[in-house]
Structures are given as structure tokens and as C-alpha cells.
């Protein structure tokens, strides 16, 4: 059993995000460490793209404040390497990224170097399955998973195409759009779940997920794991603009996770009961 | 070459988010449907629209003065007299009417110069279709006659401030926009760029320019012209007025691309001062396809520069790319300077202000007609209205040799 399916196996996943190296090298550290303190089973590490169209407002600020703070590919093996926690990573980045380390005109270079330096899996959100052939075979023969988004839209045979090419778990994107906080959760989340409910990879949902009845939610209706990065990002932004100092910030993250994470504990317990509360 | 898979060699293919893909694959369908195949007669439908609205056929001209110049004759091919002053029409025009046929109702666009944010918002008007166009901070500035004319024209023009708030941001931004809204949008992208079926089909939208300049030339000259040359960007003219005469082998084709200031590029900085990506790029990915890119050793982005806000993009379109790879076309540079002076010249000797993207073509064939053969076919992409602003104050920044005195008419404010 590879460490990510490994981290599903008991009980349902907090998988949270942040930008490697926001707002600076040191500081982030602490913060993906702190996110480990507070419950996550795999974390989404993202190396930042000068383009990155998936992205809503406050991703795309983390990537603007670790780009400006001099996050490389180079810098963020190394990253990997000085980070101190023990659960599964998965490197998320545009193809362009991966494409052009080392001798650049393929994904492998990159591959075989991330999974030196402990990356256990890939979401590309600009790779679609018809292209992601190259990646696939580099992951295969690395070691490493690839994770696939299913979006709202995602119908018929293009679902069939992603689950023949998907391993570590699945991403269902809960809503449209782009990536972001929100107050209120999509119904869409629950439409896509049911499109994959016989794909024997587990499903986490992402997009929108902000708070721990959120995230309760989202595994009462099906979900092995729930994504988070909005709003985590948010927290880091909000110490950059107040000034706070990194140990705060972390402090701070660390709740935020513990919070989501026993939504996560309350959802799955919910789901143990023979007959639901929740209408 | 033009392949149903979506690939120019390498080049081209689909890199986009998920949650866009079933809508690229409708736009697909649609295009083999009503553009390829004509059906519900959607490409007649297209072409009248295109004469009565847009005014096509646009004339060849041969333009005597530059002819005598260089002691050659040179034809010039104007896109400047299509409706709204440039070759941008021709795609616009194209895919709100397809977005019309394929039940959108919504339209979406990004524009650099406002040149394509203007021929969307005209369409849209002329279509009755809702429309937003999203513009980079500083290129709203840079080009604020078009931003009234989209207003005018009822479309909602919404500024990007990322990075440096240029098209590159705001083709991201159009991006996210429909990612959300894909159900019901359609995004008229502007150039010959994005995923498979953007570049094909922004081309045969375009191809016009050189169906008309092709049987305009025999009729006019009576043969082909020894060398066809435009300026390129993304490099929508450039793959409309090359599509025909791909074939004709013997004539030779040029892409002129924007040198601006240096053709150096600042790693550090992440800046190349210039948008030549044809002539200094490296194979990369951006928004959507496989193309040549201007890129930093990591494969970040970088941010271009031109003098003209119509070439100022780190991308360029992967059919062009692959043509300038086999060696069909050839790919050469203007710089800035240069390019201003090319604008007084085509002013002054033919009573024509092109766009300063055209001017980078004119600036070619002053110092290089000795090469370009006994015909030359220029294409003049668009006019040069929408640039009087930032010619004045280049003009006066940087002591462009032919240009006419100025201060008295700069107003008050002074340069």
C-alpha cells in the first residue's frame, strides 16, 4: 500500500494546502509543520507558477508573495527536504514547471528528483488526462501517484478516461471556477461524488471548503477526504498584512487545521450511526 | 497541417483546467459542425455578415511612393479599412456568431492593444449578445480610446491588476472567468493561441485576409509576390495573411515580431524587453497549448515588452511556431525605435497611420527590401488611431528621426 492510500485508510483525510515558501522560506516551514500538528493526513505542497489559471484571488496571491520571495523548483526540493513532518506530500504546479526542470522536454527530470526528495504524488491542474501520458509513465516508474481533478462538468467518457490514468485519490472539485473560500458549499459536490462512487481510489473534495462543518458535510455525503486551501492561505495573508509574528501565524494554522479536522472525525462518525440524524 | 488533433507537430494541444475541457470539447464539435462543414450555412451566414457589417473584400493597394523608395513595387493589404480599424473583426465577428449557433449566451474576451476587445464588444452589439472584456491595468491606460469604444458598444470592461497588467494576466483572468461560467459562456479568445480548437480556428476566421490578398495580388500584378511579410504577436494576422500562400513555395513568408528595446532578457527580474518570442523563445506550455514561449531557466513567465500593446505577449501561436520550426516562415525582429520611424514613414509617403504593430512590418521593408524580391504583399494589420497618445509621447522621449514637430499641438500638460 503506497503512504497516501495508507493515510485514507483509517478514518477520513485532511488534506490541506499551502503555497511552498509563503511568505518566505522559513516562515513556511513552520507553517506546513504546524498543519501536521493539527491533524493532516496528506498535505498539498503547491511550487509556484507565474501563470496559474486554476487559481482564485488568494491562491494566487500566496504564489505572487513565495514567487517575489524566490520559490524555485530548485528551491522547493530543497524545501521538501528541510521540511520535518512525516505524512505524504503531493507536489501541486502547472505542467510548464515540470516540463522544463533539468534537461527540460519532459516531465522525468523533475519527477525523478521530486521523489528523491520525498514527493509521494503530483496534481497538475493544467494537465488534462489527454495530455498527461509522459507524466503518467514518469510516475510509474518513480514510484509516485497522480492525482486527477473531476469537475462538475466532467461527464461520460471523460470520466472513464481520468479513472484509467488516476491513482492516490481522486480530487472532486466540489463547485465551477476557481480555487477559493466560501460561506456556503456547493450541492455540486455531492452530483460529482456520485459519478465516482464505484472508483476504487478514495475521493476527496475540494473548492469552497472553509470551516469544520463544511467539512463535515462533505464526508457525511460520501467523501474519504476533504481539501483545504483557501482558507488556510487566507490566514497566512492575514499575518503578512497584520505583521504577526511566524510563531502566531502557525499557532494559528494549527487551529484551523484541528478545527477542519474534526469536522472531518464529526462527519465520519455521523456516517457510523445506523440511522442519520441528517435529513 | 490542419489536423483535426489539435497539434502542430509538438506543438499545440489542450493544457487546461479540468472543468474546461467538456466546454473546449462542444467548441471542437461546433467548429468541425458549422465552420469546417458548414452546416445550418453558418460559414454564408458568416461571410455576408462579414461584407455588409465588416466591409470586406478590403483593398490591395499598391503604394507608389515606398514602390519608388525602394525601387520595387509593394503592395499593401488593408486590414486598416476593415470596420473598427484592424484585422480583429474577422475572428470576433466569427465566434460570437458561432457562439450564437451554438446556443451561448454570454460572451467573454480578453483584449491586449483593444483592438480585439473593441471587434468583440462591435460584435456583440451587432449580435445582441452580453459581453465582458477583461484588460490589464496598465494597457486600459495605455489604450483608453478603445476602452471608451467598448463602453460605447455596451460591453463591460473589467481591469486585471496582476503582475504588470498586461494581455498575459488578462488572458489568465478570461480563463478564470470561464472556468466558472463555462456552461453558458463562450470566451472569444483573440489571437491564434489557447488549446486545440482556439489556433485552428481563430486561423480560419482569418484566413480571409489571404484568401482576397492571394486573387488580389494575380489580379493586380498578375503573379505572387516574392516575399509576404506582417507583424506578429500572438500572430492571428500573420496566420490569416500567410494561411493561403503556405503552399506557394516559392514565395517567402516573414514574421515580424516586436524587438522593443533589447533583445536581451533580465532572469532576475523575470523580465525580456521585448515580444519575440518566435525569434528568442523556447518550447514551453501557456494558457493551453504547447507553443514557444519567452521563459525564465525554471519555465516561469516571463513579462514582454513592446512599444506596441498588440505584441506584447510571452506567447505566440503554435502553428506559427512549427512553421517558423520547418523553416516555411521566416521569423525577424523590429525594435522600437525603428518601428516609430516606420510609423512617420507609412504617415507621410502614403497618407496611411497604421497601428505601431503594423509599423514593425513597414520598419522591416525599409532596411531589408534588398532582400525581399522584386513584390512585396505588407500586410497593414490595423490603423493607427488608437496610438496617437503613446506615439506623441514616445515620439518626444525618444527623438524619433522623421517625425514632425509636435510640442506646439502636446497641450498644456506637457511631455
Known amino acids: ?279 | 497541417m490542419s489536423s483535426h488533433t489539435g497539434k502542430f507537430g509538438e506543438y499545440g494541444g489542450q493544457y487546461v483546467p479540468e472543468a474546461l475541457m467538456p466546454a473546449i470539447e462542444e467548441l471542437e464539435d461546433a467548429y468541425e459542425r458549422y465552420v469546417l462543414d458548414n452546416e445550418d450555412g453558418f460559414m454564408d451566414d458568416f461571410r455576408e455578415r462579414l461584407a455588409d457589417f465588416g466591409g470586406r473584400p478590403t483593398p490591395l493597394q499598391k503604394a507608389h511612393r515606398l514602390s519608388e523608395r525602394y525601387d520595387r513595387d509593394v503592395y499593401l493589404k488593408r486590414e486598416d479599412l476593415l470596420h473598427g480599424g484592424a484585422h480583429k473583426l474577422n475572428n470576433a465577428l466569427g465566434q460570437v456568431l458561432l457562439a450564437k449557433y451554438m446556443g451561448k449566451d454570454r460572451i467573454i474576451a480578453e483584449t491586449g492593444a483593444g483592438q480585439h476587445g473593441t471587434a468583440t464588444a462591435m460584435a456583440c452589439a451587432h449580435l445582441g449578445m452580453p459581453c465582458e472584456v477583461y484588460m490589464g491595468r496598465r494597457d486600459i491606460n495605455r489604450q483608453r480610446p478603445n476602452v471608451f469604444r467598448m463602453r460605447l458598444n455596451g460591453a463591460e470592461v473589467t481591469p486585471v491588476t496582476v503582475g504588470r497588467g498586461t494581455l498575459k494576466e488578462a488572458i489568465s483572468e478570461t480563463m478564470r472567468d470561464w472556468a466558472t461560467n463555462v456552461e453558458d459562456t463562450h470566451y472569444v479568445i483573440g489571437s491564434v493561441v489557447g488549446p486545440h480548437p482556439f489556433p485552428a480556428m481563430v486561423r480560419d476566421f482569418q484566413r480571409v485576409i489571404s484568401e482576397e490578398a492571394r486573387e488580389q495580388m494575380i489580379e493586380k500584378a498578375g503573379r505572387l509576390p516574392d516575399s509576404v511579410l506582417t507583424c506578429a504577436g500572438g500572430g492571428s494576422n500573420t496566420m490569416g495573411l500567410f494561411a493561403e500562400f503556405v503552399p506557394d513555395e516559392e514565395v517567402d513568408l516573414y514574421a515580424v515580431e516586436a524587438g522593443g528595446s533589447s533583445l536581451e532578457v533580465d532572469e532576475a527580474e523575470g523580465v525580456a524587453p521585448n515580444s519575440a518570442t518566435l525569434s528568442t523563445g523556447t518550447e514551453g506550455v501557456l494558457h493551453g497549448s504547447r507553443t514557444r514561449v519567452l521563459q525564465d531557466r525554471d519555465g516561469q513567465i516571463m513579462e514582454s515588452h513592446s512599444v506596441s500593446s498588440g505584441l506584447d505577449y510571452a506567447g505566440v501561436g503554435p502553428e506559427l511556431a512549427n512553421l517558423v520550426d520547418r523553416g516555411r516562415v521566416t521569423a525577424v525582429n523590429v525594435a522600437d525605435d525603428p518601428a516609430l520611424e516606420g510609423f512617420h514613414r507609412l504617415s507621410q509617403l502614403e497618407g496611411i497611420i497604421p497601428a505601431l504593430e503594423s509599423a514593425h512590418a513597414v520598419a522591416y521593408v525599409e532596411e531589408n527590401h534588398a532582400d525581399l524580391g522584386e513584390v512585396i504583399l505588407l500586410n497593414i494589420s490595423g490603423r493607427g488611431d488608437k496610438d496617437l497618445e503613446t506615439v506623441l509621447e514616445e515620439t518626444h522621449d525618444r527623438d524619433v528621426e522623421n517625425a514632425p514637430e509636435m510640442e506646439t499641438f502636446a497641450g498644456t500638460g506637457g511631455f
Open chain 1, 1 to 279: 500500500m503506497s503512504r497516501i492510500s495508507a493515510a485514507f485508510a483509517d478514518g477520513p483525510a485532511f488534506v490541506p494546502y499551502l503555497a511552498a515558501g509563503d511568505p518566505d522560506y522559513e516562515s513556511s516551514l513552520s507553517y506546513v509543520e504546524a498543519l501536521e500538528r493539527g491533524g493532516a493526513d496528506v498535505i498539498e505542497l503547491g511550487l509556484p507558477f507565474s501563470e496559474p489559471i486554476a487559481e482564485g484571488s488568494t491562491i494566487q496571491g500566496a504564489i505572487v508573495r513565495a514567487l517575489e520571495a524566490g520559490m524555485t523548483p530548485t528551491r522547493y526540493f530543497e524545501f521538501v527536504e528541510d521540511l520535518d513532518v512525516d505524512v505524504p506530500l503531493v507536489c501541486m504546479t502547472y505542467y510548464n514547471l515540470i516540463y522544463q526542470f533539468g534537461e527540460g522536454g519532459g516531465p522525468e527530470d523533475f519527477v525523478r528528483r521530486a521523489a528523491a526528495a520525498g514527493i509521494d504524488g503530483f496534481v497538475v491542474p493544467d494537465l488534462p488526462a489527454e495530455e498527461a501520458e509522459p507524466l503518467r509513465e514518469a510516475c510509474d516508474e518513480h514510484g509516485c501517484e497522480l492525482v486527477f481533478i473531476v469537475a462538475p462538468t466532467t461527464k461520460g467518457e471523460r470520466l472513464e478516461r481520468i479513472m484509467s490514468q488516476v491513482s492516490g485519490y481522486v480530487y472532486v472539485q466540489a463547485r465551477l471556477g476557481t480555487t477559493g473560500a466560501r460561506t456556503d458549499l456547493s450541492g455540486r459536490a455531492e452530483e460529482s461524488l456520485e459519478r465516482v462512487a464505484e472508483w476504487d481510489v478514495p475521493k476527496a473534495v475540494g473548492f469552497g471548503i472553509s470551516t469544520g462543518d463544511h467539512a463535515q458535510r462533505v464526508i457525511e455525503a460520501g467523501a474519504d477526504g476533504v481539501i483545504v486551501g483557501s482558507a488556510l492561505v487566507d490566514i497566512v495573508a492575514q499575518g503578512v498584512e497584520r505583521g504577526d509574528p511566524a510563531v502566531t501565524v502557525a499557532s494559528r494554522l494549527e487551529g484551523k487545521a484541528r478545527e477542519l479536522k474534526e469536522g472531518a472525525l464529526r462527519g465520519a462518525a455521523a456516517n457510523e450511526r445506523p440511522h442519520p440524524e441528517r435529513t
